[in-house]
């Protein structure tokens, strides 16, 4: 039976409660982590649990666990799955205290953990490519922190829902940065470019496992944020998230990329990307 896990219990999920002051619940005090789980075993865990690590330092939200500590509860919630293909939904909050913007003293951090089935496949996703529209990013200026609050994301997520598309493409001084929920590459003449790691686009660990995979193979990278000139005249766009590993974008607001189907280069990379699982 698949188990939840809630500052130290593993119990059913719909029998896991948090109080209704709990700062993640008021303010969105409270960072996040998802771990992509093939035939059993954490992909790329350590990378997952460095950019955890560094989204509680950022936000200054003591770490409640060692580097064991939190194996141990990602291996157990694994155990109990009886899956082999899933994820896992790591959250930790500042924790329960009376509402008031200013950190609370002595609180203890609220610990919650889950698993996911791994989402159903688009049977289009790889054959034909999704579709995206491009929106204004409406951020704030920390998105490299993994943090719950994703208000902003959300809506723009909802603006590609309410146009047929499968991802917004957030434009900032006419710059595309990053999808909603993934990171964006665009290809031309076999030359790859995609936004580089700063405070305006979330460190992806897909996205370095990709740029890890076209620095191997010598294919040409720029870690460049495109310009919207650019993606409209990509002959190639990906997306790289967790769940959608690296897929191929064909149509971009209403428009087809390069020859409309998935690219060459994509194939290449993809190809590679399943050799690494």
């Known amino acids: 039976m698949s188990m939840a896990y809630l500052n130290g219990d593993y119990l059913p999920l719909d029998e896991c409660k948090v109080s209704v002051l709990d700062r993640g619940f008021i303010f969105g005090d409270a960072i996040y982590e998802l771990i992509p789980v093939y035939n059993g075993e954490p992909f790329y865990l350590d990378a997952h649990l460095k950019r955890l690590f560094r989204s509680l330092e950022q936000t200054r939200i003591n770490n409640p666990n060692t580097e064991s500590g939190w194996k141990h509860i990602i291996a157990r919630l694994i155990d109990t799955s009886g899956l082999e293909k899933l994820s896992v939904y790591l959250q930790v909050t500042r924790g329960v205290a009376k509402r008031d913007h200013a950190f609370p003293a002595n609180t203890t951090p609220t610990v919650f953990g889950m698993t996911n089935p791994w989402p159903a496949t688009n049977p289009n996703m790889y054959s034909k490519g999704l579709t995206a529209v491009t929106a204004q990013d409406m951020r ?85 944020a495109p310009t919207e000139a650019q993606l409209a005249d990509a002959d190639e766009v990906w997306i790289t998230s967790s769940t959608k590993e690296c897929a191929p974008v064909t149509i971009v607001d209403g428009k087809p990329v390069g020859e409309g189907q998935p690219g060459q280069l994509w194939a290449e990379v993809y190809g590679l990307y399943q050799q690494r699982k």
């Open 140 to 224: 704030w200026d920390r998105c490299d922190i993994k943090v719950t609050s994703l208000l902003a994301n959300v809506m723009n997520k909802q603006q590609a829902v309410e146009h047929n598309a499968d991802e917004a493409f957030l434009v900032r001084n006419g710059c595309v940065l990053e999808g909603s929920a993934t990171n964006v590459f665009i290809v031309k003449d076999n030359k790859v470019m995609t936004a580089p790691k700063n405070n305006l686009i979330l460190p992806g660990i897909t996205r370095d496992v990709v740029v890890d995979i076209l620095n191997e193979n010598n294919i040409p990278l720029l870690e460049q």
